[in-house]
């Protein structure tokens, strides 16, 4: 909940900026339980992530998924935050989004 409010890190928005990806000023904001049933999936970096959105989604977990579940290495994203390694983050969450794009492709959605 710390972070909630806040806008993209700058570290991060460097990288996007030097790969090239457009992104607009996004902020914070906490999951509700609402928001299981409103979306498909709910996508998050780490396993520690994974068990707070079980918490509260009351336990609901079928849509609930780290990014990198989607490729053939499942694991946690590592957290820049620790360290500074933003081009390895990048990678792997370039690689997750490849990931489940295929795999939405595969169930037509």
């Known amino acids: ?30 999951l509700k339980l609402e928001d299981y049933e409103k979306y498909d999936y709910i996508i998050a970096m780490e396993q520690i992530n994974i068990e707070a959105i079980t918490r509260i989604c009351n336990g609901k977990k079928e849509k609930v998924f780290r990014l990198l579940d989607f490729t053939k290495q499942p694991r946690d994203i590592k957290d820049p ?17 490849f990931a489940f794009y295929e795999f939405c492709k595969e169930k037509e959605l």
């Open 81 to 97: 935050w620790y360290t500074r390694d933003f081009e390895s983050t990048y990678v792997d969450i370039l690689e997750g989004c």
């Open 1 to 30: 909940k710390e972070e909630v409010g806040n806008s993209i890190y700058y570290l991060a928005k460097e990288k996007l900026q030097e790969k090239k990806i457009d992104f607009q000023e996004r902020e914070a904001k906490v």
